[in-house]
């Protein structure tokens, strides 16, 4: 054992104290270039009185000219609806897959993940809110060159393109031809969704898509209402079914919040609902909350009540019920649905180990559903 | 070296005790960092109640052969004193399970450097003999005429300084039954859990970087070395000369905090490899840098880190450290608080 070890950690604390002065003179990292001109939005409609009404959300804003809809990324403009949210993304990494969370779609994979500021939802405890609570023209933004990104993306074997952080419909007229690209370059195409999104445009959006994952935030449209938001619960029902019915790969999310939408009642809800209307193959994200945004004054999720989450869902009938955000944990593993064995083991979004064989259980030779290669 | 001495508060008192006063200090901070590593683990590993029930049987076990740990409540002189207090601070905030504030990161930081000022302070040019007593290779601070004066690693030195280490934290019948218990450690870990200590190093503040939601160790965390990079980049090609010129000596600085003992050689291997990666990111476009950041970020961190060996008792060791069974004991009367309707 290597002593000095103990010590390495020591490393990233030192440079900010060590470091300090002579960043300082280094420059300010929070400086942001200037931002792209908006381009003109689809999925809208012109009232004849320079007010527009924008369609793509079910909040179906009517704008005055100078008017920003409540994503903060589209805006009337002398009565033409104008969207920022167009080739400037404040977000570029690549992450492993399992952090959108998909844990079905090519496990143990990187994928190139982006994002543009802005969302049409305020959830109060928004994990992302520095990004997702903005307007794409006051983040910083780096200059995005879809070549080179996709050039790298085949170097670093890179599988797959995720519209993530913020919410990727919010920007769809951009993402749309950035995922029709990234499918002539052999990526696969992801979306982490709110799902507050009209029938139409997510059609559309979902032809260039392979895998959502949608956030089911709550199970009441008072939850929706007060902490989200949004209008009701209704139309993210309602664009889950709309993308199973698709045919796309979809995972569900809940980000529990403890007191708020973490009764057993509110979660057996989900559960069901799930199972009835998505089938029992789809995977339920429990994610544990961490206290952001503003509700800096509740405390991060107790891993009993995410664990009684997972036994609520695995009840109700679900076969692959996750816990994330939380690790090591036996409920960040994939187990076969017939035998229960591990097939796939996680540490958070780490895969440690993947006995599937062609997306077949090793032990018994059940096929696990999702997109394994 | 006579002042910083008296800065210590080094008594004549404190030199008539049995163990000289210096190295009562060493080990007492050494125990506060093998401490604060056992909180992080405990609170990251998300142990179950049987988990915990099973390493209070083992450290109890191991405690009973080890000699026993310092006492950390108990006062250190001078200077040192600060840096106990705030080692005992985070480790109490941790104890409750309460989040490290960036004050609390930042005063840790101040710490560990005068924790690493003293302990070169104490250092040796080179070890006295082939032997694992601490006066091999650390010795009075009064006794240096010269300053502090690293001592050369080579693998030799390197491998009798870890003995000695191992043999100062849990005494030589503590070591033999920490490595008989240690298959039973390795059994009742989960996989994933085992999968933590690959890259396990000394961890006073556990990571909070959203991006791996791994609590306990490293995990991934480079926010500070990523920070670093995007100043980097931002700063402006006129400047960027004398910018680089005035930052990378104050790396010298962090490579101390990482190993006490660095010599000059690598201190100057260390500002390469960064500097290396500096020049590399600010060369990158946009697109480029947000690709490989991680990865830069990475190289950066690994510069200051000394390559890791491994061990088979490598979970035991951090896991069982004497005065562990007491935290244990805490974590299985807060589980069972938690179960009381």
Redesign the interface.
Same mark, same amino acid.
């Given at each position: 054992m290597n002593r000095r070890d103990f010590l390495t950690e020591l490393a990233s604390l030192g440079i900010a104290l060590e470091l300090g002065p002579s960043l300082a003179h280094a420059g300010a990292p929070a400086d942001r270039g200037a931002a792209l001109p908006p381009a003109e939005a689809e999925y809208y409609a012109q009232n004849g009185d320079g007010s527009v009404t924008c369609g793509l959300c079910p909040h179906h804003e009517t704008l005055r000219p100078g008017d920003f809809g409540r994503c903060r990324a589209r805006i009337n403009l002398g009565g033409v609806l104008q969207t920022y949210g167009v080739g400037q993304p404040c977000v570029l990494n690549v992450d492993p897959i399992e952090k959108n969370p998909l844990n079905h779609v090519l496990p143990g994979s990187s994928t190139l993940a982006i994002a543009h500021a802005g969302c049409n939802l305020r959830c109060q405890y928004c994990q992302n809110w520095q990004f997702s609570q903005e307007c794409p023209r006051d983040t910083r933004n780096l200059r995005f060159d879809q070549a080179e990104a996709f050039a790298l993306a085949r170097e670093k074997q890179i599988k797959s393109l995720t519209f993530t952080y913020t919410e990727g419909t919010t920007h769809i007229e951009f993402n749309k031809r950035l995922a029709a690209a990234a499918r002539k370059a052999g990526l696969r195409v992801c979306l982490c969704s709110n799902g507050y999104i009209q029938p139409k445009p997510l059609a559309d959006f979902l032809e260039v898509l392979d895998a959502v994952t949608v956030t089911i935030k709550g199970f009441t449209d008072a939850f929706y209402q007060t902490c989200i938001g949004a209008a009701g619960l209704r139309p993210v029902l309602d664009s889950c079914q709309q993308i199973r019915k698709a045919g796309k790969w979809l995972e569900v999310a809940t980000l529990i919040v403890p007191g708020l939408n973490d009764s057993d009642k509110e979660l057996a809800d989900i559960a069901r609902w799930v199972q009835a209307n998505l089938g029992p193959d789809t995977p339920w994200h429990l994610e544990r909350f961490t206290p952001k945004f503003k509700m800096l004054n509740r405390p991060q999720t107790p891993q009993a009540t995410l664990e009684e989450a997972m036994r609520l869902g695995q009840s109700e009938g679900l076969r692959f019920v996750y816990i994330s955000n939380l690790a090591p944990h036996e409920g960040n593993h994939t187990r076969c649905a017939r035998c229960r064995r591990p097939v796939i083991q996680r540490l958070g979004f780490k895969v440690l180990r993947n006995d599937l064989l062609n997306g077949q259980c090793p032990h018994c030779g059940t096929r696990l559903p999702g997109i394994w290669t | 070296m006579m002042g910083f001495l008296a800065t210590l508060g080094l008594s004549v008192s404190a030199a008539r005790a049995e163990m000289p006063a210096w190295e009562r200090a060493l080990r007492a901070l050494d125990a506060h %960092? =093998?401490h604060l590593?056992l909180l992080n683990l405990v609170n990251g !590993?998300?142990l179950t109640r049987e988990q915990a029930a099973a390493l209070r049987r083992l450290a109890l076990h191991v405690e009973a052969a080890a000699d026993a740990p310092p006492a950390l409540a108990e006062p250190l002189p001078g200077a040192l004193e600060a840096v106990r207090k705030t080692y005992a601070d985070v480790a109490e905030a941790l104890a409750a399970g309460r989040a490290v504030t960036p004050e609390a990161? +930042?005063r %840790? $930081?101040?710490a560990?450097?005068a924790h690493v000022r003293f302990i070169r302070s104490t250092l040796l040019p080179k070890p006295l003999a082939p032997d694992s007593r601490c006066a091999n290779c650390h010795t009075d601070p009064a006794a240096h005429r010269g300053g502090a004066q690293p001592m050369p690693l080579t693998p030799e030195v390197?491998r009798q300084?870890?003995l000695a =280490?191992?043999a100062a934290d849990y005494g030589w019948a503590g070591l033999v039954a920490l490595t008989q218990v240690s298959p039973q450690v390795e059994k009742l870990l989960?996989?994933? /859990?085992k999968?933590?200590f690959c890259d @396990?190093?000394?961890? !006073?503040?556990p990571p909070h970087d959203? *991006? &791996?939601?791994?609590?306990a *160790? /490293? $995990?991934d965390?480079?926010?500070?070395?990523l &920070?670093?990079l +995007? =100043?980097?980049? $931002?700063?402006?090609a006129p400047?960027?000369p004398a #910018?680089r010129a005035? !930052?990378l000596p104050? @790396?010298d600085? %962090?490579t101390e905090? %990482?190993?006490?003992g660095a010599t000059v050689e690598r201190k100057a291997a260390v500002r390469e490899a960064i500097a290396k990666a500096l020049d590399h990111a600010r060369s990158l476009?946009?697109? /480029?840098?947000?690709?490989?950041k991680?990865a830069l970020a990475r190289a950066v961190?690994d510069a !200051?880190?000394?390559? #890791?060996?491994?061990?088979p =008792?490598?979970a035991a060791?951090f896991l069982l450290v004497p005065g562990s069974s007491k935290t244990y004991a805490e974590l299985l009367r807060k589980a069972e608080r #938690?179960e009381q309707p």
């Open positions: - | %960092v =093998h590593s !590993l998300n990161e +930042r %840790v $930081a101040e560990r450097a390197a300084a870890e =280490h191992c989960t996989a994933a /859990q999968a933590v @396990f190093s000394c961890c !006073l503040v959203m *991006g &791996d939601p791994v609590r *160790g /490293q $995990a965390a480079t926010a500070k070395e &920070d670093l +995007r =100043h980097v980049r $931002a700063c402006p400047h960027w #910018a005035d !930052l104050r @790396f600085a %962090v905090l %990482v190993s006490p476009s946009d697109t /480029q840098f947000e690709l490989e991680a961190r !200051l880190q000394p390559p #890791a060996a491994d061990s =008792h490598k060791f #938690a």
